[in-house]
C-alpha cells in the first residue's frame, strides 16, 4: 500500500509583516476596478492580494468584486484571476488545487508551493455556495484559503437581502412599509463559527476587519501558510448598501468591533484566539459601546425606533453574556445535565 | 511473438487485450489509458457505475489521478471545470436531473473554452422518477456549445471516449464534449471490447496542453471579466467559429483513430445499415440500433426494404451530409428517445432537426415522419420498429400520415 494517509504539500511559508512600515510595496490588485468610493470590499482584495505574493491564484465568485471589480480590458489583477459562479468558490478553488496537485505529482507542472484563493461574497458564500465551502472544508489534501468578504446583502445586484443581512434593515428586498416597519426578522448566520465547529479538518478559521489592515493582511498569510482547506470571514462596510458617507466607512468597521457585533478572533489548529478591541471586551477592559453608535451612523437602519435598537441591544448583549465562547458559539452555558 | 512471455501489466502497454465488460467500465478504461488528471464523481445511477470503477482502478494503483467525490453535480462539474483551465485532463458525468443540477457549471463551459469530457448516462428527468433512458438531459445543452455524441456498444464507447479528448482538446476546438450513453442498455451491459494498448494511446491522445489560456502564476491573465455587451457578441461568436470548425476535426480525428487503432467507422456522424437499396429508412440514436437492426432484418426477410440510418454526432449535427444521405429514400422514420413538448409538428429533437436539414439541404425532400418510443427506460421493441416502418411505407406511397407518433403506449 503506498498512500494510506493523506500526504500533505507544503505551503509557501509567508512570515507575519512586522508593522506598516515592512509591508512590501508591490501591488497585486490595482487600478482598473470600478468599485465605489469607500469600498471596504474592494480594500480586502487589495490586502489579500498583497499578503498572498505573486505565485497565488485567485477565483472570484460572482458579486460585486467580480461585476464591479473585474471588466474586461481594465483588469485590476497582478495574479492570474478567474472568475468562479456564484456558488462555486469551494468548488472551483478544489479543482484548481486539485489540478495542481495532480499535474505536479506527475511532473508534468513544476512541483512548488502556489496559494489558491476563491473569495465571495456573503450571498455566495452563506447562502448559495454553502453546500460547496462546508465540503471543501473536508478535503484535508489541498492547500486553499476561501475568503468571504461580507458586506452584509446582494450588493452588486441592488442590495437584497443575505443570510448575513443584519437584523431588521432595509434592503431592496426588507423596505419598510406603512404596515410593516421590519421585513427582516433573521439574525445574522454566524459563518466563521459554523466553519469552525462543523469542520475539524481546517486548521485556521478567522474573522477579520478592513479596519484593521496589517492584521488582516497577516491573518490571510497565516491561514495560507498553514495547509489544508482555510476559511476567513471579513467585514465589509459599504457605502452603497449601508447608507452612510464613505468617509466613515474605516470608522464604521471600528464601531462593528466597539459594539460587540463583529467579534475578531482566529482558531488555529483548534485553538481560539480573541484579538484586537474584542480581546480587550472579553477581559473586560473596553467596555462595549451601545450598538445606536452604530447602528444610527447607517442609513439602512434609520427607519428603526427606540424599540428596535433595543431589541437589536439586547441580542448582542445575549451574544456576551449567554453564549458559551461569548460572541462565538450560541450554545448556552448552562449545560443540562438531565 | 516476444509479447508472450511478457508479464500482464506489460503486455497491456504494448499489446491490444480484450474483456467482457460494460459501457460503464469501456469508458472507465478509456479513462486510464487517457491518464485522466482529475476525475469528480456523484452518485446518481445509471451513469455512476463508471465512477465505481475508476475509484477501484485509483485504489489499485493502476490509474493516477485526483478523484473527488463531490456533494452535488453542481460542485461536480465547477470542480472538473476549474481544474481544466489550470491544464489538467478532466473526467466527470452525471444522469437525468444531476445533469440538470449541474446546469449552471454546464453552461459556462463552452465559452471558458474548457475541453472537458463528460459521460451523460441517459436517464429520464423527474417526475415521476425512473431509471430508464430517455435522451432530454444530454439534449439540454444542445444550443449551448457542448459536442454530442451517442454511442450504441460498449466498444464504440471506449473508442469514443479517446475520440473525445482528441477532438475536445484540439485547440481549434476548447470545448466540453458529452458522451452519452444509454442507461442500462449500454452502461450495464457487457460485451466483449478491445482494449487499446497504452503505448497505442500515447500515440493517438497528445498530452492536453492550455497553451496561453493557462491559469497559473507564470502566466498572469484574467479569465472571464465582465464583458457586457461590448464583446460578449464577439466571444458567442468564436463559439459558433467551433462549431463551423467541428466537422472537420471530427473528420481528422476519426481517420487518425483508424490508423493508429485500425479499427473502421466509416463515416464519423452516421452509421448506415442496409440503407443502399432501401426505399425507406429509419433513422435514430443510441442503443435503439440493435432492437431496429433486428426488426430491419426481419422486415427485408418479408421482403420490405428498408434500411436503418444511426445519428452518432448531435452536435455538430451534419446537416449536409445528413440531408444528402437522406434525400435518396421515399420516405423517413425518426424515432426519438425524447420530447420536445411544443415544438414544430409537436416531434421529438432529433424529427425537428432532420426536418431542418432536409428542408435546406436536400433536393427532393421525402416525407419525415417523427416517432416518439421507449421513454422512461421502455424497451423499443422488434413490434414497435414494425409499427414504425408500415406507417413510413405507408407515407412513401403517398397516404398522408401523422407529423408525430407516439409508439408503444399502453391502454
Not at chain 1, 99 to 123: H, S, W
Not at chain 1, 287 to 298: A, N, S, T
Request: with cysteine.
Amino acid at each position: 500500500m503506498s498512500t494510506t494517509f493523506v500526504e500533505e504539500k507544503p505551503t509557501q511559508e509567508l512570515e507575519a509583516f512586522k508593522g506598516v512600515k515592512k509591508v512590501p510595496h508591490e501591488e497585486y490588485y490595482t487600478s482598473g476596478h470600478r468599485t465605489c468610493q469607500g469600498c471596504e470590499s474592494a480594500q480586502i482584495m487589495k490586502l489579500m492580494a498583497k499578503a498572498a505574493g505573486p505565485r497565488t491564484i485567485v477565483l472570484g465568485s460572482t458579486g460585486c468584486m467580480y461585476v464591479a471589480n473585474t471588466s474586461y480590458y481594465s483588469t485590476p489583477w497582478g495574479v492570474p484571476w478567474m472568475h468562479t459562479q456564484l456558488g462555486s468558490s469551494g468548488s472551483g478553488a478544489l479543482g484548481v488545487a486539485a489540478a495542481l496537485r495532480a499535474q505536479m505529482r506527475k511532473g508534468t507542472m513544476k512541483d512548488e508551493p502556489i496559494n489558491v484563493i476563491a473569495f465571495c461574497g456573503d450571498g455566495g458564500g452563506a447562502d448559495m455556495g454553502l453546500g460547496a465551502i462546508s465540503a471543501t472544508m473536508t478535503h484535508p489534501d489541498y492547500n486553499l484559503l476561501i475568503l468571504m468578504y461580507d458586506n452584509e446583502s446582494y450588493a452588486n445586484t441592488d442590495i437584497q437581502i443575505s443570510g448575513t443581512s443584519p437584523y431588521g434593515v432595509n434592503t431592496s428586498f426588507s423596505t419598510p412599509g406603512k404596515v410593516r416597519r421590519i421585513m427582516h426578522h433573521r439574525w445574522k448566520k454566524n459563518v466563521a463559527a459554523l466553519m469552525l465547529a462543523g469542520h475539524p479538518t481546517c486548521k485556521y478559521v478567522g474573522t477579520i476587519s478592513t479596519s484593521y489592515p496589517l492584521q488582516a493582511m497577516n491573518n490571510i498569510r497565516k491561514a495560507l501558510s498553514i495547509g489544508g482547506p482555510t476559511f476567513i470571514h471579513c467585514l465589509n462596510p459599504c457605502p452603497k448598501g449601508w447608507d452612510f458617507d464613505p468617509v466613515l466607512s474605516f470608522q464604521l468597521g471600528e464601531l462593528a468591533v466597539e459594539t460587540g457585533i463583529w467579534p475578531l478572533y482566529e482558531v488555529e489548529n483548534g485553538k481560539l484566539k480573541l484579538y484586537g478591541k474584542t480581546e480587550k471586551i472579553a477581559n473586560g477592559k473596553f467596555k462595549r459601546l451601545p450598538v445606536r453608535e452604530y447602528l444610527l451612523k447607517q442609513g439602512r437602519f434609520a427607519h428603526f425606533v427606540e424599540e428596535d435598537i433595543e431589541f437589536f441591544q439586547s441580542k448582542v448583549d445575549e451574544m456576551w453574556n449567554k453564549w458559551l465562547v461569548p460572541g462565538i458559539i450560541p450554545l448556552q452555558k448552562d449545560v443540562a445535565t438531565e | 511473438m516476444a509479447t508472450l512471455t511478457l508479464p500482464v501489466e506489460e503486455k497491456k502497454k504494448v499489446q491490444e487485450q480484450e474483456a467482457l465488460i460494460t459501457g460503464a467500465e469501456a469508458i472507465a478504461i478509456a479513462c486510464k489509458l487517457a491518464n485522466v488528471d482529475v476525475v469528480t464523481a456523484y452518485p446518481i445511477r445509471p451513469y455512476d457505475t463508471v465512477m465505481q470503477y475508476i475509484s477501484q482502478l485509483v485504489a489499485d494503483g493502476e490509474m493516477d489521478c485526483e478523484y473527488i467525490a463531490a456533494e452535488g453535480e453542481h460542485s461536480q462539474f465547477e470542480i472538473v471545470k476549474h481544474a481544466s483551465v489550470c491544464g489538467a485532463r478532466v473526467f466527470c458525468g452525471s444522469s437525468g436531473v444531476g445533469w440538470m443540477y449541474a446546469m449552471e457549471a454546464l453552461t459556462v463551459t463552452p465559452a471558458l473554452r474548457v475541453p472537458m469530457v463528460a459521460m451523460v448516462g441517459n436517464r429520464a428527468l423527474d417526475d415521476p422518477g425512473a431509471f430508464g433512458v430517455e435522451h432530454n438531459d444530454a439534449l439540454a445543452v444542445r444550443d449551448l456549445g457542448w459536442l454530442l455524441t451517442w454511442v450504441d456498444s460498449a466498444q464504440e464507447a471506449l473508442d469514443t471516449a479517446l475520440i473525445a479528448y482528441r477532438v475536445a482538446e484540439d485547440r481549434r476546438m476548447f470545448v466540453p464534449l458529452a458522451l452519452s450513453c444509454d442507461g442500462a442498455f449500454l452502461t450495464h451491459s457487457q460485451a466483449l471490447v478491445k482494449i487499446p494498448a497504452a503505448e497505442q494511446v500515447k500515440k493517438f491522445l497528445p498530452p492536453y496542453n492550455r497553451g496561453d489560456l493557462l491559469l497559473h502564476p507564470d502566466n498572469v491573465i484574467s479569465v472571464a471579466p465582465q464583458a457586457n455587451e461590448d464583446w460578449v457578441m464577439e466571444i458567442r461568436r468564436q463559439n459558433y467559429a467551433v462549431t463551423e470548425r467541428a466537422c472537420d476535426v471530427i473528420r481528422e480525428v476519426y481517420a487518425d483513430f483508424e490508423k493508429t487503432f485500425g479499427r473502421k467507422y466509416g463515416n464519423p456522424f452516421f452509421e448506415e445499415y442496409l440503407t443502399e437499396d432501401a426505399e425507406v429508412v429509419l433513422l435514430g440514436m443510441g442503443t435503439m440500433s440493435t432492437p431496429v437492426k433486428v426488426a430491419v432484418r426481419k422486415l427485408r426477410e418479408e421482403g420490405k426494404k428498408v434500411g436503418f440510418v444511426r445519428l452518432r454526432w448531435f452536435r455538430p449535427f451534419a446537416g449536409p451530409e445528413i440531408a444528402k444521405c437522406l434525400e435518396r429514400f421515399k420516405a423517413v422514420g425518426v424515432i426519438d428517445r425524447d420530447f420536445s413538448f411544443g415544438s414544430p409538428n409537436l416531434s421529438g429533437v432529433v424529427a425537428t432537426e432532420v426536418r431542418a436539414a432536409m428542408y435546406t439541404g436536400a433536393s427532393t425532400r421525402p416525407p419525415v415522419l417523427g416517432f416518439i418510443c421507449g421513454l422512461g427506460g421502455r424497451e423499443v421493441t422488434v413490434p414497435d420498429v414494425e409499427e414504425i416502418t408500415k406507417s413510413v411505407f405507408e407515407a412513401a406511397k403517398g397516404k398522408a400520415q401523422p407529423l408525430t407518433q407516439w409508439i408503444g403506449l399502453r391502454g
